[in-house]
């Protein structure tokens, strides 16, 4: 009666034998991560192991040996692959750095160049004043939250009605924001223009409203840069002149 195999010893040949088919595709060219690991296998099951001492091929010391070998091999090859990943994300925070500098500095550089409001706090005046509506002011000073009224001043149906804006000294004048009346009688502006003066008594017009608009709400006259220091926005003849905010940029 013959002896009974070792226990385990055929899952221990299928694995040999898995490792030497894995290392013969290799040395065709295989090159599938599973195959390296088992054609490793093979190539620790095949020589010396253990401080050079030769280990019998089949047996469980020289299959831990191959073991150790490929847990090595993985040990090392992960951390390969982890310096590579370090290298690579700090690569990329250096390059994220360059490109917020750089958008930091063509933000700066576009808001240095974007023109400011310079009529802040400037005064005007309007040619009339409607039924205890003020003739004269100070432009609001906006800040957070700041809601445009429906108008802050109306005229009478002048044969000119007029609104002018004293910068305080001469400007360089890019641009005249303008918005209507909010909460009704749009129509009533729909022929203004916008003049600039320098001395307050000549002005010359610059824009003229399109008179087919009779709803607009916001109009934006932009300008090359014109030197003024009054700003006067010219209603329609014979009609009020009311308007919920008159905005001037420019340097």
């Known amino acids: 009666m013959s002896a009974a195999p070792p226990k385990n010893s055929k899952p221990l040949e299928r694995v040999l034998s898995t490792a030497a088919a894995a290392e013969s595709l290799v040395r065709h060219g295989?090159?599938?991560?599973?195959?390296?690991?088992?054609?490793?296998?093979?190539?620790?099951?095949?020589?010396?192991?253990r401080d050079g001492v030769a280990v019998p091929r089949g047996s469980k010391e020289r299959l831990e040996c191959a073991r150790e070998t490929i847990s090595?091999?993985?040990?090392?090859?992960?951390?390969?692959?982890?310096?590579?990943?370090?290298?690579?994300?700090a690569r990329l925070r250096r390059l994220a750095s360059l490109a917020a500098a750089c958008v930091a500095v063509a933000v700066a550089a576009?808001?240095?160049?974007?023109?400011?409001?310079?009529?802040?706090?400037?005064?005007?005046?309007?040619?009339?004043a409607f039924s205890g509506n003020p003739s004269?002011?100070?432009?609001?000073?906006?800040?957070?939250?700041?809601?445009?009224p429906n108008y802050f001043f109306h005229t009478n149906a002048d044969r000119e009605p007029w609104i002018v804006i004293d910068l305080g000294r001469a400007r360089v004048v890019s641009s005249v924001e303008i918005r209507n009346r909010l909460d009704c009688c749009r129509e009533r502006a729909r022929?203004?223009?916008?003049?600039?003066?320098?001395?307050?008594?000549?002005?010359?017009?610059?824009?003229?409203?399109?008179?087919?608009?009779?709803t607009f709400r916001d109009w934006e006259v932009r300008l090359p840069g014109v030197a003024a220091r009054f700003v006067?926005?010219?209603?329609?003849?014979?009609?009020?002149?009311?308007?919920?905010?008159?905005?001037?940029?420019?340097?």
């Open 30 to 49: 295989a090159r599938e991560p599973a195959l390296l690991l088992y054609e490793e296998l093979a190539r620790a099951c095949a020589g010396p192991c």
């Open 72 to 89: 090595w091999w993985l040990r090392h090859e992960l951390a390969s692959e982890l310096e590579w990943a370090r290298c690579v994300l």
């Open 110 to 128: 576009a808001l240095a160049r974007a023109p400011s409001e310079i009529s802040k706090g400037a005064h005007w005046t309007a040619s009339s």
């Open 136 to 148: 004269s002011g100070e432009l609001p000073r906006r800040r957070l939250f700041y809601a445009t």
């Open 191 to 214: 022929e203004i223009a916008v003049e600039l003066g320098q001395g307050g008594t000549a002005y010359r017009r610059v824009a003229q409203h399109a008179k087919g608009d009779t």
């Open 232 to 251: 006067r926005v010219v209603g329609t003849p014979g009609e009020c002149l009311h308007l919920a905010d008159v905005r001037v940029f420019g340097s």
